[in-house]
């Protein structure tokens, strides 16, 4: 059985460096073709990717927030962090990861989310 | 990036309707073409891949068609917990982008 469930902080102020960590179980980060995604919903507003991260290390980013992310892997933890630098008020969302097979496939079991709000 | 249109935004519909969800993209993605099924405060639901596949455990009522830019998804019959937001996403090329969402409503 999959599952995905992430964490970190559910407040931050504006300029801070948010970290999330995506911890799963009933995959491996090592097997031949996973792959794990990160994907944020504001309130009321439509998904997002954000960034994922491949078994082979392979990593690609929205370009949209290209400089701001960094996804790492470890996989002796089972989890996948993403960090977003520079949090703004805009960056207030629920932010999810996903499990994926194959390049070209879709993400097929999800976590939960966190609600990050971003405020002074 | 290949920006994706789904129409209409807002659906009305009645329980035992039928009802087709429609998700255009902007540039060919063949058939990279995946629905999600999300509910208030829930993770989305993987409905339909490959624009055609049925996932697993997903009701035969769901069916999804199409190649290229244009999509469908199909609900046959509507059921009470079929009212929901649903999202195409296309995973041709990067960046992976999500349509708006169509927001199905229970008239």
């Known amino acids: 059985q999959i599952t995905l469930e992430e964490s970190g902080p559910t407040l931050m102020k504006p300029t801070q460096t948010l970290t999330l960590t995506c911890t799963f179980s009933g995959f491996s980060l090592s097997t031949n073709g996973v792959g794990v995604g990160w994907f944020r919903q504001p309130p009321g507003k439509a998904l997002e990717w954000l960034a994922l991260?491949?078994?082979?290390?392979?990593?690609r980013y929205s370009p949209s927030l290209d400089n701001r992310l960094t996804i790492t892997r470890d996989t002796s933890k089972n989890q996948v962090s993403l960090t977003m630098t520079n949090m703004d008020p805009v960056d207030t969302a629920t932010y999810s990861c996903?499990?994926?097979?194959?390049?070209?496939?879709?993400?097929?079991?999800w976590g939960q989310g966190t609600l990050v709000t971003v405020s002074s | 990036d290949i920006q994706l249109t789904q129409s209409p935004s807002f659906l009305s519909a009645s329980v035992g309707d039928r009802v087709t969800l429609t998700c255009r993209a902007s540039e060919n993605v063949i058939n990279y073409l995946a629905w999600y099924q999300q509910k208030p405060g829930k993770a989305p639901n993987l409905l339909i891949y490959?624009?055609?596949t049925l996932q697993g455990g997903v009701p035969s009522r769901f069916s999804g068609s199409g190649s290229g830019t244009e999509f469908t998804l199909t609900i046959s019959s509507l059921q009470p917990e079929d009212f929901a937001t649903y999202y195409c996403q296309q995973l041709s090329s990067y960046p992976i982008t999500f349509g708006q969402g169509t927001r199905l409503d229970i008239k």
């Open positions: 991260i491949y078994w082979d290390d392979d990593k």
């Open positions: 996903a499990h994926k097979i194959g390049r070209g496939k879709p993400f097929d079991f």
């Open positions: 490959a624009a055609s």
